[in-house]
């Protein structure tokens, strides 16, 4: 699957990487999420915030000579059956985002 914008490419890429590391969570392997996870979950959202400000804040770009030119996307991380359902939402909330 490819793009023609290096934005969604970008996107794409942190969120798939948040994906992961909401998936190797500590708190995977209990009921509740605990503090590191939540504070950790609260940073990758607001670094999706940031980037989607710097984005937004871009001029428009011009590039005749290079356009149109495709992004692949990477592949998306598979998602297996979480023990916390919480951590479960928030994966699900995530590839929700990215798609």
Do not use: C, W
């Amino acid at each position: 699957m490819f793009v023609y914008n290096h934005d969604v490419d970008g996107l794409q890429r942190r969120i798939n990487r948040f994906i992961e590391e909401m998936i190797k969570a500590a708190s995977n392997t209990v009921s509740q999420v605990n503090a590191f996870d939540q504070t950790r979950l609260a940073s990758y959202i607001n670094a999706i915030r940031e980037y989607q400000a710097f984005i937004n804040g871009q001029p428009q770009l011009d590039l005749p000579e290079t356009n149109p030119r495709e992004f692949e996307l990477g592949a998306n991380p598979v998602v297996p059956d979480l023990e916390n359902e919480s951590l479960r939402d928030v994966v699900v909330l995530l590839e929700l985002a990215r798609d």
